[in-house]
């Protein structure tokens, strides 16, 4: 995707049209509606762009189409950064090294501009419209860069940018700072997106399951069953409680846990208060719950598992953290057990811009112990019902992922389509396997990710063609060093040790292009 700045200059020629500036001009602005550019315009302030835009649209009713056009585009606003860069240089040259060093700032590949000359020492290249046109017509125009990322968080911004600026310029303006209104708004909007009765957010993934597992009183002498393959989190929020995490294998195909091996690792564990054998050791623990975790993006077997859950009189709660508007049977991650715990790490399918996370329930009264222990377990202010914790949700976060909620659909289709292709694309190659799915589970494809016998070789071949790649996990839970005290050893978990050496996770994000997979 090229993404260019306009000029003013260029939109005046498209507002008050001058016949013989018109046309290219217009041909550029359409190529932001092709797929193939992205176009920005640098202001200083959103609400001023618009304004220029609403003052033409009266006077050029006929030309409706194009100010849509224009209102489309993204505005880089001014901000002290870019002030500071510009008053390095003369005066008179302020208006162009200000679009110069937004340009650069915000990585864009060419400036659209008919003041050429005020351009000569400019980071950024600058092409006249009809410049821009010819190159494109006879393909050589480019991007920057042609590597295909990992992940490109960047690419989301043109979308979003100024909904977003404007939302993080209120909280600010209103120094409302940790919960207030953009939480509460989220937490209904995105219980209603999980189809669950109640939200509560959180300051993140790891802190939603901790609370979940504070909540229902989880604590020394427990064991919390999870999957040996999963991020670190998982076992962590666990031993917070002061229970014990016990690991289970997966299921070779889906990565998921293994309902078989999860019953099994119950009857080792022992009947609540007998002493059992865990990981190599003998064990007084009460098993008291299970966390299964919805691994990149699909569902675990969550039939099977609430059968061993029910058989065995234990609480669930799901490690959602990967599995944003996926379900099993129609029915939405996060409202099989007493609680579903999300995180919106940067990275994920929604994600804050920085941390935080939610825990969803369809219990009230669940939800209101929760909601007093995110917050010191007040019952009202300076009032402490419980021993809880700081877990509130900032602000800024809830403005943030407030916004991005109404593009999840949309974003989770494409990983779903860069999913497809992917799948057709790598079906034939016998060195390789592509995800294993559940035909029961809705995927969402957080993460997309292969197997390979020589895994490490074809991540480095991959790399030296500009392909980013990453592994997830590459050592199992029981291998940590910091479980070591768990007593587990090497071999106990073969599907999951195996699946370590041969996983490779593959470039996936909304916005990759079909060229990129």
């Known amino acids: 995707m090229i993404q260019v700045l306009f000029d003013i200059d260029v939109l005046l020629d498209i507002l008050e049209p001058r016949e013989q500036f018109y046309l290219d001009s217009f041909c550029v602005l359409s190529l ?14 959103h609400s001023t762009i618009h304004y220029f835009l609403r003052k033409n649209l009266g006077e050029f009713d006929a030309r409706k189409k194009i100010v849509q056009n224009l209102q489309s585009l993204s505005v880089i606003p001014i901000r002290d950064l870019t002030l500071q860069k510009s008053f390095e240089s003369t005066m008179p040259d302020f208006e162009d090294n200000l679009k110069m060093f937004s340009a650069e700032l915000h990585h864009i590949d060419f400036i659209i501009t008919r003041n050429i000359k005020h351009y000569k020492k400019s980071p950024v290249a600058a092409l006249t419209p009809s410049e821009f046109i010819r190159q494109d017509q006879a393909g050589l125009l480019s991007a920057k860069t042609e590597n ?16 977003i600026d404007d939302r993080i310029t209120n909280v600010i303006s209103r120094s409302a700072f940790i919960l207030g209104n953009y939480v509460e708004d989220f937490e ?19 802190d939603a399951l901790h609370l979940a597992l504070m909540s229902l009183d989880i604590g020394p002498g427990d064991a919390v069953f999870l999957p040996a393959n999963t ?44 002493k059992s054998e865990v990981g190599g050791r003998t064990s007084d623990l009460r098993p008291r719950a299970i966390l299964p975790v919805h691994l990149y993006g699909q569902s675990a077997d969550m039939d099977r598992i609430m059968a061993v859950a029910a058989k065995y009189g234990l609480v669930v709660v799901e490690d959602c953290a990967q599995s944003h508007l996926a379900d099993w049977q129609g029915i939405k991650t996060g409202n099989f057990g007493e609680f579903g715990a999300f995180s919106f ?14 825990v969803i329930t369809n219990s009230q009264d669940l939800y209101d112990k929760a909601r007093s222990m995110r917050a010191h377990g007040e019952s009202r202010r300076y009032h402490h ?15 943030v992922l407030g916004t991005k909620l109404k593009y999840l659909p949309d ?37 997309y990710v292969i197997r390979a016998g020589d895994r490490d070789a074809l991540q480095a071949h ?10 997830h996990y590459p050592v199992p839970l029981h291998l940590q060093t910091a479980c070591a005290g768990l007593g587990y050893k090497e071999g106990d978990f073969p599907a999951a040790e195996q699946a370590a050496r041969e996983i490779l996770s593959l470039p996936m994000f909304p916005e990759l292009r079909r060229e990129q997979v």
């Open 32 to 45: 932001c509606d092709s797929g193939q550019v992205q176009g920005w315009i640098c202001a200083d302030s």
């Open 411 to 447: 974003w989770t289709r494409q990983r779903q389509e860069h999913a497809a292709l992917y799948n057709e694309l790598l079906k034939d190659i016998r060195e390789i396997r592509t995800p294993g799915i559940d035909g029961q589970a809705g995927h969402v494809f957080h993460l």
């Open 188 to 206: 209904k909007e995105f219980a209603l997106a999980q189809e669950a009765r109640y939200c509560i957010g959180v300051s993140s993934g790891t």
């Open 231 to 274: 991020f670190f989190a998982t076992a962590e929020a666990v031993a917070l409680t002061g229970a014990v995490p016990v690991f289970v294998d997966m299921d070779p195909m889906t990565f998921n846990m293994d309902p078989d091996c999860l019953e099994k690792a119950i009857q080792e564990t022992g009947v609540r208060g007998q």
């Open 462 to 471: 991959l790399q030296g063609r500009g392909v980013s790649t990453g592994l």
């Open 345 to 358: 790490y940067p990275g994920k399918n929604l994600g804050a811009f920085g941390e935080a996370g939610a």
């Open 385 to 399: 019902q419980y021993m809880g914790h700081n877990y509130r949700m900032e602000n800024i976060q809830g403005a």
């Open 148 to 163: 295909v990322p990992f992940m490109d968080l960047g690419a989301q911004y043109h979308q979003i940018y100024n909904e």
